[in-house]
């Protein structure tokens, strides 16, 4: 079985068909990728798959699970958790507040819990500070901890984003387009935590344009073309798949490359 | 046991309130078009609309038609410093939604606090436009004032529909509503709308408060309810038309004539608030844009 | 590891407004128990708001949402300590909890539906409950006495111990302020805190990490509704009446300016603003008439100009001299 399962998920939005019937899986500890030209129905795939909308036909299932239809809370305790393309960071918080609120799916403790203060909830304050700690560090952002996250840059803004999905311990993370906005720099060093999060264990689906930083993370790619799914391999199959070619040249320029 | 009579009577006041409720809450979805913002001040220009014609009519002696006329530019001109004063300063800053409309009801009470210092606190009344009435039909009497009220009601509809459609202004005001930054591009000074929308605003206020105080009375203090009954208009016509806040107003205008038949009159801003909170709950969109949804969802 | 110190260095200017309130809180409370009835009355009046502030804070202040009928909840607890202790001989600290557990319930009923609103819509649909809750006080006389009032309402006692003095009834305000206070720091550095003011960065994001947010909106308000019902029980004690005035909507505007004048969003802010809001017309007496004015004027500067109110300014003015 297959830790994440698209089952010929359809998505109109009134008469526009965003997804046709699109199927694919993504397997425990793979980086997956799906591209595809503006207007293909890539953004409309990642939301129906992290909850945001229901599909008019089909399911998402998640470790079996179906969860296509459920809030976006619960998708997220059951280990699904995304980011955003436009960053939606907590702004008042600070750089750690930020990733210490990411804690929430794994710990526990309410209002009683909170003004009781017993020692086992002290402990799990403790807990997450130290993690804390650890994760700003994989990400390489220690230096902020302390800054109000928006007068971070922006580079460091998805870095956040990506460090407080990161505390949730998800077993699965869904990116939507990652190097949005990145410089070159910025997107090396994205591309390394990723595949850093990546061989700890987490299985990674994104979205993205930068097909440099695709080829270079994705273990495997999926790729849409006017909301039908045109292909899938390796990168290396991708590359050389015509239909992929001709989707992303229109088909009429030839190739000069 | 519940008198015919006595319900229909009850009803035509109703009916009356309900058109003086649709004028204000045409004032609410004007603001609201124009920039976003609900104005929580708009019942004081119903009470200042009352009371500077009151003022004019006893102090200066003025027959009703002029003291209308003067009182309509002095409350409008109130209308121009709110927007330039307090609220677009505030817009300016990108202030939170809740802080504007804090200040809004800051805005009302302090206009309260100065007529109550200036004018007192007794609470006034003037005679109906025409003398004589009321007319009786069966045991229900009608004042000629609802006559006035029915007419202006009417005429202003109209107005306002010639204003937005067929005026440059109006359709400016009508682009800024759909997606201002747009009409900035098209050359559309968002910022004098803005402006615009808040003198009209006042007017129409004003207007309600003028035709209003002959049947019931003004004070001080009458703004919140008519302010918040005129929201009640807006709201369950849906925020958008003029003629849907006046549809609005006439229902919570009949809504109440019944609360009162069946709970007494002390409970009829009661009624009137349950009835916004259902509306709230239930149609968060308005009463009519709900029924056109469900309808909708039908077909 | 280097980075720009100007925005690195540890939350500016905390020191300073930390230290700051305090020293001005206790200067506040020497004054009051050395000073005659009159000041203790305004001190008096000064904790009850903080203790209402308090609570509203948590709602707008962390949760980042509005209610504009807090003052609602107040009359609850008002009236149902008053009720309570004149006609059923109930213990004042026994009513004071019942009725906060009742506030809770009614705000949990009515928060349910209503928090679903955004927006003007969610700021008049609480609007809309402190007026209902007027008018029935207004109305129902068999229970609230209507315009009358209600009055011979007994001081606050517990068991044996009865605070009879005005001084006696300021400690135990004082107390209960103090406890109220400590919940909020507690609250604010909790996980359940940290999700709540996650939900006013961005409900979406919140949601996205498995926070529910329409429940802890819910939480959040029920939590403002219980501040609110206990400061509402404690002026009915302090006062010994109450009438519908006094829940009115000059109630919210008042309790909202204390809330932006001390700083939205801080456990000081609301404190600050209380005391200062509560004082302010003791030194504009002269005035007289324009009092309100005064205040009304006051509050709309603050927010056009000011709209982080005192903590803010002390943040900013303490991070200026720490450069």
């Keep these: 079985m297959s830790l994440l399962e698209v089952r ?235 239909d992929v070619i001709a989707a992303y040249l229109g088909g009429t320029e030839g190739f000069d490359d | 046991m519940i008198d015919a009579v006595q319900l229909a009577q009850n009803l035509v006041n109703g009916f009356g309130l309900g058109l003086i409720y649709g004028l204000i809450g045409i004032g609410f979805c004007v603001i609201y078009n124009a920039s976003g913002i609900v104005n929580f001040a708009q019942g004081v220009f119903v009470m200042l609309g009352g009371m500077v014609c009151h003022t004019l009519l006893s102090r200066l002696g003025l027959p009703i038609s002029a003291a209308a006329v003067l009182t309509i530019p002095v409350v409008a001109v109130i209308g121009i410093l709110m927007e330039i004063l307090i609220v677009r300063p505030m817009w300016n800053r990108g202030a939170s939604t809740f802080a504007i409309i804090l200040a809004t009801l800051a805005t009302q009470m302090l206009i309260e606090q100065i007529t109550l210092l200036t004018l007192g606190d007794q609470p006034r009344t003037y005679d109906s436009f025409t003398a004589g009435g009321p007319l009786k039909l069966g045991g229900v009497a009608i004042s000629y004032q609802l006559f006035w009220v029915l007419g202006f009601g009417t005429l202003m509809v109209a107005g306002l529909w010639l204003f937005f459609t067929r005026s440059r202004m109006g359709r400016a005001l009508r682009a800024c509503s759909q997606n201002a930054e747009a009409a900035a591009l098209l050359g559309i000074p968002v910022k004098r709308m803005l402006l615009a929308s808040f003198a009209l605003s006042a007017a129409l206020g004003a207007i309600a408060g003028i035709l209003v105080t002959p049947s019931q009375i003004t004070a001080y203090n009458v703004g919140t309810p008519y302010g918040v009954n005129g929201f009640i208009a807006a709201i369950i016509g849906g925020f958008g038309s003029a003629s849907g806040a006046v549809a609005g107003g006439l229902l919570l205008g009949i809504l109440q004539a019944f609360a009162i038949v069946a709970f007494g009159a002390g409970f009829k801003n009661v009624a009137a608030l349950t009835v916004l909170l259902i509306v709230l709950l239930v149609f968060p969109n308005g009463i009519f844009a709900g029924v056109k949804s469900l309808w909708a969802r039908r077909t | 590891m280097t980075s720009p110190d100007i925005i690195s260095t540890k939350a500016p200017g905390l020191a300073w407004a930390r230290i700051l309130p305090a020293v001005l809180g206790l200067g506040v409370l020497v004054y009051a128990f050395t000073s005659n009835g009159y000041v203790v009355t305004v001190v008096g009046f000064a904790a009850i708001y903080g203790l209402l502030c308090t609570g509203l804070n948590f709602f707008m202040g962390f949760t980042g949402q509005a209610s504009f009928g807090q003052n609602a909840f107040a009359a609850l607890g008002s009236y149902g300590s008053a009720i309570l202790c004149t006609d059923y001989n109930v213990e004042p600290v026994l009513a004071l909890v019942m009725t906060m557990v009742f506030s809770g319930l009614v705000a949990l009923v009515v928060g349910y539906p209503t928090l679903r609103l955004r927006g003007h819509y969610l700021a008049m649909a609480t609007f809309a409950l402190g007026l209902i809750t007027y008018e029935i006080s207004v109305e129902w006389t068999d229970l609230t006495q209507g315009y009358m009032g209600y009055s011979g309402i007994p001081p606050l006692s517990l068991g044996p111990f009865q605070a009879q003095t005005d001084k006696q009834q300021l400690a135990v305000i004082l107390v209960v302020l103090a406890l109220g206070v400590l919940a909020a720091v507690r609250l604010r550095g909790s996980r359940f805190g940290r999700a709540c003011r996650a939900i006013a960065g961005s409900e979406a994001a919140a949601g996205a990490l498995g926070i529910p947010v329409a429940r802890y909106k819910l939480i959040s308000f029920v939590i403002a509704a219980v501040y609110a019902s206990a400061a509402g029980s404690l002026f009915a004690h302090f006062v010994g009446f109450i009438s519908p005035e006094v829940f009115g909507t000059t109630m919210v505007v008042q309790s909202f300016t204390m809330l932006y004048l001390g700083g939205i969003g801080t456990i000081a802010g609301p404190l600050i603003g209380a005391v200062v809001v509560s004082v302010l017309p003791e030194l504009m007496r002269g005035l007289k008439d324009y009092q309100n004015i005064g205040y009304l004027v006051l509050l709309l500067a603050i927010l056009i100009y000011a709209p982080k109110g005192v903590v803010g300014l002390l943040d900013s003015l303490s991070g200026k001299w720490r450069r």
């Design chain 1, 8 to 242: 010929n998920v359809t998505k109109r939005f009134g008469g526009l068909l965003a997804n046709d019937s699109i199927e694919f899986s993504v397997e425990t500890g793979t980086i997956f990728a799906v591209i595809g030209p503006n207007g293909a129905g890539k953004t409309t795939l990642f939301n129906t798959v992290a909850g945001a909308f229901a599909p008019s036909q089909g399911e998402v299932a998640f470790r079996g699970q179906i969860i296509s239809g459920q809030p976006v809370h619960k998708i997220a305790q059951a280990g699904l958790v995304r980011t955003y393309q436009l960053v939606q960071l907590f702004k008042t918080l600070t750089v750690a507040e930020n990733v210490m609120v990411g804690f929430h799916r794994v710990t526990s403790g309410g209002v009683l819990a909170a003004l009781l203060r017993k020692p086992s909830t002290q402990r799990q304050e403790r807990m997450i500070e130290a993690r804390t700690r650890e994760i700003l560090e994989f990400v390489g952002l220690t230096h902020r901890a302390d800054v109000a996250a928006d007068l971070l840059p922006y580079g460091e803004q998805r870095l956040l984003e990506v460090a407080r999905a990161l505390a949730a311990s998800p077993t699965m993370l869904l990116l939507d387009e990652p190097a949005a906005g990145l410089n070159t720099e910025e997107t090396e060093s994205l591309a390394r935590v990723i595949q850093r999060v990546n061989e700890s264990g987490v299985t990674i689906m994104l979205i993205e344009h930068d097909m440099s930083f695709i080829m270079r993370v994705a273990h495997r790619i999926a790729v849409l073309d006017f909301g039908r799914k045109i292909a899938e391999g390796t990168p290396e199959e991708i590359r050389a798949h015509p």
